[in-house]
């Protein structure tokens, strides 16, 4: 076998390698995705048969105490605090009615609403690809707006709903910030019939300006907030 042949070769094995790596991992994704319709399935045929009323999808409540200064990943990970997850009407009625009302959190302080298995890191698996729309608040209607999308969240009534991951709500010291996430920033498609879904549900007035962010410019600026590519 000469040179070229064998380079030939190595070429083949390396790509049939490479496909069989790719088929794989989808089958792996395939099975993982149906471990998890099945779960919910299954999960909804307990709360129903206890007379409670499923949600679609499983919700856990963050709560983040902000330290002013550079973020770091690993200190910012230290700082999110689990507070509770729900996953009926009824579960979400008990959280919601026990959490701090936002005008009553300190500043510089995050509550985050996100899917059960996505934690709010841009880091996570479910979030790297994807971004954030961002709309500010002045501090005195940031409540009523928040608890609005977290409504639309919840009832699952959010255009391409399978695409959002969670909320946030930043509170800041002279503004309030709301924060929608979704999974795949380049489908423009859905990013955009989030936005207007978002404004439709949350009836935003006219002269609020929606902008948003992929999570990876984030990672590159260390900045949740600044630097947006897109208005709207």
């Not at 069989?20 to 395939?30: G, Y």
């Not at 969670?166 to 019939?193: C, K, P, T």
């Not at 007035?205 to 709207?232: C, I, Q």
Request: overall charge neutral.
């Amino acid at each position: 076998m000469d040179i070229t042949e064998k380079k030939e070769t190595e070429n083949s094995t390396n790509i049939n390698n490479d496909n069989n790596n790719n088929n794989a991992q989808t089958a792996a994704d395939s099975a993982s995705h149906e471990n998890i319709d099945k779960e919910a399935e299954e999960r909804q045929a307990r709360d129903l048969k206890a007379g409670l009323h499923p949600l679609k999808y499983k919700f856990v409540f963050w709560y983040t105490r902000r330290t002013p200064g550079v973020r770091t990943q690993t200190s910012y990970e230290d700082n999110i605090k689990k507070i509770m997850e729900f996953g009926t009407v009824e579960g979400f009625w008990v959280c919601y009615c026990h959490l701090a009302r936002p005008s009553s959190l300190p500043s510089p302080t995050d509550l985050h609403l996100f899917k059960e298995g996505i934690r709010p890191l841009w880091e996570d698996s479910a979030n790297s690809n994807g971004g954030k729309w961002i709309i500010r608040f002045k501090k005195v209607v940031s409540g009523r707006f928040w608890e609005d999308l977290v409504l639309a969240l919840v009832g699952d009534q959010l255009d391409y709903s399978d695409n959002v991951c969670g909320a946030v709500l930043s509170i800041r010291f002279n503004e309030d910030i709301l924060s929608i996430w979704n999974r795949n920033a380049s489908d423009h498609q859905a990013v955009m019939a989030l936005r207007d879904s978002i404004k439709r549900h949350l009836k935003l007035p006219h002269g609020y300006v929606m902008e948003y962010k992929p999570h990876d410019a984030s990672l590159r600026d260390n900045s949740s907030y600044r630097n947006t590519w897109l208005r709207g």
